[in-house]
């Protein structure tokens, strides 16, 4: 069973984040990322980024329009040694996919005045989750709002049926020793502890968000749209050129995509991990799809909830199954947002 009322703060173990800094980083994001990032908002400190003006989901593609990544980025103001104020994009991204991506990222800079850095060794990631009641103020994320060095952005609540769960992101500066015993204080004196018997609780919400979050073993697998980016207002189709542009609006314009991402469950003990294929009953030869996330049902202890890219063919009929047709059978559920019809 679920805690009640919900109140967590998850360490982030698979998850990095990249800086881009400097005079001309919003141009230069501009021409290489999915979504738009000269219309996103600065966030002051002490303030979180909201959703949509300060926090956006996006994606970094290759020539071809395959998703290298997928992230969760938010916009802020800060000074250089020289006390100028430049801007500063902070991208939420997969672990094993942040060395890599700023690697090639950086490969584009150029005579550009940007550097582009992975701050796996100097930023910590935690996830506060946190649930919505009626009159009551969260004490606790006013207090991690106030936290010099905390950086908190917004990322879409999950509905549980009649409960709203609220998701945060979260970094800290690991050398930032003030910022690390008042957080260590918070959890004290707010109960919060990582190793509460629910910590898998966000990876399930990520995964029940029907958000999906590009890995190592689904790089360059999915033209945004075969997972939903259009519907989730992770693509910009106003912005202008970058990576994979033209294969990304043709997809969109011609009606081309006929895969998309979905929710299912299957009974099992075992999360199957990302890139693990999918069959249909019909051809046990040639998968229709693949895992993009999976994770542990808190409430149900023998079932997995899936997000799996599939072929729309394969769902009209038949049955799918995990890793072969002998498999466990996937049950579908419905998407919690409606689909961009392609």
């Known amino acids: 069973m679920l805690p009640s009322p919900i109140k967590e703060l998850v360490p ?34 002490g303030q979180i980024a909201s959703l949509e003006q300060g926090s956006r989901f996006s994606g970094y593609c290759s020539a071809k329009g395959r998703l290298m990544a997928s992230f969760w980025m938010s916009r802020y103001e800060v000074a250089t040694d020289t006390g100028e104020t ?10 094993d996919l942040a060395a890599q991506t700023a690697k090639r990222l950086g490969m584009f800079v150029l005579r550009a005045k940007v550097k582009v850095i992975d701050q796996t060794d100097q930023l910590l990631s ?6 919505s009641l009626a009159g ?9 709002q106030s936290i010099e ?3 908190l952005e917004e990322l879409p609540p999950v509905h549980l049926k009649d409960r709203l769960i609220h998701r945060h992101l979260m970094t800290i500066p690991k050398d930032m020793n003030s910022a690390l015993v008042a957080l260590e204080t918070l959890m004290t004196e707010h109960q919060l502890t990582p190793n509460h018997p629910n910590a898998n609780f966000w990876e399930w919400l990520e995964v029940q968000s029907a958000i999906p979050r590009v890995s190592l073993n689904t790089f ?16 910009d189709f ?16 011609r009606g081309t995509i006929k895969r998309r991402l979905q929710l299912a469950s299957i009974n099992s003990s075992e999360a199957p991990a990302p890139g693990t294929e999918i069959f249909h ?9 693949m895992v993009v996330m999976a994770a542990h049902n808190p409430s149900i202890s023998d079932e997995i909830t899936l997000q799996v890219e599939c072929k729309l063919e394969a769902l009209q009929s038949g049955s799918i199954h995990l890793k072969s047709i002998q498999g466990p059978e996937l049950r579908f559920e419905a998407l919690p947002y409606p689909l961009i019809e392609i």
């Open 12 to 45: 982030l173990s698979d998850w990095s984040v990249i800086t881009v800094t400097g005079p001309d980083a919003t141009d230069f994001l501009q021409s290489q990322l999915t979504n738009s990032v000269k219309s996103m908002k600065s966030t002051p400190a």
């Open 86 to 95: 430049v801007p500063q994009f902070q991208l939420a991204i997969s672990k």
């Open 126 to 131: 935690f996830a506060y989750i946190h649930e």
């Open 136 to 144: 009551v103020t969260d004490v606790t994320l006013q207090v991690l």
């Open 149 to 151: 060095g905390i950086r």
């Open 220 to 235: 360059e697998q999915f033209v945004p749209q075969m997972i939903n980016m259009e519907s989730l207002k992770g693509i």
């Open 238 to 253: 106003q912005k202008g050129c970058y990576p994979g542009q033209e294969v990304v609006a043709r997809s969109q314009y």
């Open 281 to 289: 009953s019909a051809d046990p030869e040639q998968p229709c799809g």
